[in-house]
């Protein structure tokens, strides 16, 4: 009996012990699983405060390299603003000299469909004329054309010339001068682009000076080789007065 009591003793003893360390160790193995889960909470914070770190730094970099961008393409347009303002003043420049030179020297030109060599001083006399013509100082206008004409025979501007010349005589009532000028340019030059109007002057001129089927026929003609123009129809509307 008492060896049973021993034995069970022992056995009690060894299980209290057993038991006692497995509860030693399991508490040892939670402790140990609650350090780690910190540690790695740590790490993981401070993961991402590197990263939040890193970001800012990076969104700094790429902020100041707009920045630059910014200002660098600030630099190249004011820099292609001076080109194109030395492109223009330069374009300016060389304009007004060939101007100045213009004004020294021959040139040849086209004026409405007649070409030919300009002298300086014939340019200056036709403008004159014309500016007579367009303030109404038609007498001068008629001096000055003539004078023009026959100082000029092989400009340019002599088929204009005939052609405000004839309209200033028409306008002072001189109808044979203006006939004889109108003719000339009419005959002269039966492409240039006045001729239709230098044909209803014509007309005008004779119908004026009392010669009706002179002008019946002039401004017949208008109308059959002008159909479409402007002087056509004022030709058109004056034929009633060539009856």
Known sequence: MLTLFTSNKQTLSRAFCLSTFVICVGASSNAWALFSDDEARKAILDLRKSVATTQLE????IDKIKQENAEL??????????????ST?????????????GNFEPRTITIEGVSGVVQPAEKKAYDEALKAFQTGNLKKADDSFSAFAARYPKSPYYPLALFWGGNSKYANKDYKGAITQLQTLITRFPN???IPAAMLTLGNSQLESGNKAAAKKTFSDIIAKYPDTEAAQQAQSLLPATK
């Open 58 to 61: 990076l969104q700094g970099q």
């Open 73 to 86: 393409r600030g630099k190249i347009e004011n820099l292609e603003k001076q080109g194109e303002d030395i």
């Open 89 to 101: 003043s330069q374009k300016t420049y060389y304009q007004d000299l060939d101007n100045r030179l």
């Open 192 to 194: 240039h682009p006045r």
